[in-house]
């Protein structure tokens, strides 16, 4: 029987990055952010992380407390649902070709 | 300090491949959320048996078994009656399968396994056909859809018939506890998924999950669409507890079908009059639904 074992996946896909599937790269503007993680929220993939407050410069004292949303590029395929859903629209989505000038 | 509405913990890794937008991965993820490390997924074969890639790839940070289409009910039963043999009793057994595998395929599998009052989840993304295998129409698929069966050419043959209805098949049995939920409002699937842990027996949820490749929707108004869906009533969140309707969201704005319609290239062939037409079925079962919450919690006071 041992020469039929049973296949059991333990490979972690995120081995798999990717982040090349993507087009056009959200790009969070950290001065209109008001950290509600929304976009967090939705991310289908999971590619948005959340990290301490301090990490990025924020738009007043208040929302400086609040832990930011910060995109993992290497796993983002750039549907744009975080830009969509974003409250105060400080997401967006720039053509990945541009970036590359 | 964070700023979530929703559980931290993450049970879904990235690196899948599911499509751009994927609505399917928003439900595995909000599930998985709800219920915890202590669960055991089963997948039938749908976009869910590709999205974790090649074997031996995983996404997901609990135990997945995959199984064949029509069999899932089987299978939850199957393992969740080995682990109470075993005498583990904390662990939550799912079922997660698409519309297909659920309300075609799978149909007998899980009546039966609702019927014999099996202590498990059951959760029916539902992204309106079969995806996964190239957009054919499933007993799910909405009435007016463009699929690569119900095609749009010369001979104008789009779906013609309802959607199912899963949820009434599911109350019909008699079920402890089924709802609807959606990917544009997460806090209300998380919220009936805690609901149905403190409740033995059978769970069913359907979930809508866009599909923006087999929709002709724009990935980035995956959630947006979903969420008109909710906000024009064509699939709107309730629940069924023991035979009560509650619904658990009204909707705020005036939306129109119409509304919900125009950001799906599926729908873009119908009418003004073929979208009257649906427009006048939706609002009857609208009508009923809301009727039915009236009736089922004043039966229950004279009980």
Not at chain 2, 103 to 110: T, Y
Not at chain 2, 153 to 170: A, H, P
């Amino acid at each position: 029987m041992n020469d039929f074992p049973t296949p059991i996946a333990t490979v972690p896909s995120t081995g798999n990055k990717t982040g090349g599937w993507r087009t056009f790269r959200p790009v969070i503007l950290y001065d209109k952010c008001i950290r509600c993680m929304i976009c967090w929220k939705f991310c289908p993939e999971p590619a948005i992380k959340i990290v301490s407050a301090e990490k990025y410069t924020a738009k007043n004292a208040a929302i400086g407390k609040l832990d930011a949303p910060e995109i993992d590029y290497d796993y983002c395929k750039g549907c744009g649902i975080c830009a969509n859903e974003c409250p105060v629209k400080c997401i967006e989505m720039v053509f990945e070709e541009k970036l590359e000038e | 300090m964070k700023n979530l509405t929703i559980p931290e913990e993450e049970y879904m890794l990235p690196g899948h491949t599911a499509c751009l937008g994927c609505g399917a991965t928003l439900a595995m993820r909000y599930a998985l959320k709800a219920l915890g490390k202590n669960t055991i997924i089963t997948i039938p074969a749908c976009c869910w048996a590709v999205i974790p890639g090649v074997y031996p790839s995983r996404a997901l940070e609990v135990p997945l078994l995959y199984t064949a289409f029509e069999v899932t009910g089987a299978a939850v039963s199957g393992i969740r009656e080995a682990l109470s043999a075993k005498g583990i009793e904390d662990v939550n057994v799912v079922g997660f399968a698409g519309d297909g595998g659920t309300a075609d395929i799978g149909i007998q599998s899980l009546s039966g396994a609702v019927e014999r009052g099996e202590d498990i989840f059951y959760i029916m993304y539902d992204n309106e056909a079969y995806m996964n295998t190239g957009i054919q129409r499933s007993s799910s698929t909405p009435k007016g859809a463009w699929t690569t069966t119900t095609q749009v050419g010369k001979i104008r043959d789009w779906k013609k018939e309802k959607k199912k209805n899963m949820v009434e098949i599911m109350a019909a049995h008699g079920i402890p506890y089924t709802a609807t939920a959606s990917i544009a409002f997460p806090e209300d699937f998380i919220k009936k998924l805690e609901k149905g842990k403190k409740i033995k027996g059978p769970k069913f949820y359907q979930v809508f999950s866009t599909c923006p490749t087999g929709w002709l929707v724009s990935p980035n108004k995956s959630v947006e669409v979903a969420r008109l869906a909710v906000e024009s009533k064509i699939f709107p969140l309730y629940e069924v507890e023991n035979g009560v309707y509650n619904i658990t969201y009204m909707p705020k704005k005036e939306v129109k079908v119409k509304d919900y319609f125009a950001l799906q290239g599926r729908f873009r062939h119908l009418t003004e009059d073929e979208i009257r037409e649906i427009q006048n079925d939706v609002d009857e079962a609208w009508r009923i639904l809301v009727e039915k919450e009236k009736w089922s919690k004043s039966l229950m006071k004279v009980q």
